[in-house]
């Protein structure tokens, strides 16, 4: 079973549109991130949040807005969308967002946005 | 800031045959190393780290990572037609473990 969960799955908005990307993890860790992967471009890092606070940002875009309701779980909210938003978001999570070398990271499977 | 290049692009290799793959980075203070798996459509699998100098096993995948000439490789023994996947290096901000740079991948196509 998976641990990491996202939903949906797939997304298509309209431009302009608001949508909330859901993550829930249950592997008891107090980290939890959000990535992106848009075409031809690397894994970039957007946020990351540790017991619930957010401790790095990385995103330059107000629209994007992260969501921590409670210690497992972190949405991330985007507003105004536009076709460059375009991506799969990828959740992750680690015991800890700073720390030792044991500190790996685990991805979720991605939520697939599609912006028209 | 650190940059994580991959080659080859792309890698087709007969099953069986060693498959290797390259990451260099720019940043030589990063002690921080994970490759990953990324099946279509699916997550990333993380498949082994690396934090010194020197070698890694983690069953049939194999990191080799030189600080020095700022390197890392992964070596897949016997790949099999199921680890066909796109494989990401990944670099840790010194200090800030969760934070990583990853580069663009390197697509592995294994033939039987």
């Known amino acids: 079973d998976p641990k990491i969960i996202q939903k949906p799955k797939y997304l298509v908005a309209v431009t302009g549109s608001e949508k909330i990307l859901i993550c829930e993890q249950y592997l008891g860790h107090n980290a939890m991130y959000w990535y992106r992967q848009s075409a031809k471009k690397p894994l970039e890092f957007m946020f990351s949040y540790s017991y619930q606070k957010l401790m790095d940002n990385q995103t330059a875009s107000s629209r994007f807005q992260p969501q921590s309701s409670k210690k497992n779980h972190l949405d991330l909210q985007i507003t105004a969308l536009k076709p460059d938003d375009s991506a799969t978001y990828f959740c992750?999570?680690?015991?800890?967002?700073?720390?030792?070398?044991?500190?790996?990271?685990?991805f979720g499977a991605g939520t697939r946005l599609s912006v028209l | 800031q650190q940059k994580v290049q991959q080659s080859p692009e792309s890698l087709t290799v007969s099953e069986g045959a060693m498959a290797s793959l390259n990451c260099t980075f720019s940043d030589g203070t990063s002690n921080n190393f994970r490759w990953y798996r990324q099946h279509s459509a699916k997550g990333l699998e993380v498949l082994v780290s690396?934090?010194?100098?020197g070698e890694k096993e983690e069953g049939r995948f194999t990191a080799h990572l030189n600080r020095a000439n700022l390197h890392v490789s992964l070596h897949i023994r016997e790949p099999q037609p199921s680890d066909s996947a796109v494989y990401l290096c990944?670099?840790?901000?010194?200090?800030?473990?969760?934070?990583?740079?990853f580069g663009l991948g390197t697509t592995l196509q294994v033939q039987p």
């Open positions: 992750a999570s680690s015991q800890e967002r700073t720390g030792g070398s044991q500190n790996t990271l685990y």
């Open positions: 690396i934090f010194s100098d």
């Open positions: 990944a670099v840790s901000i010194t200090g800030n473990t969760g934070k990583l740079i």
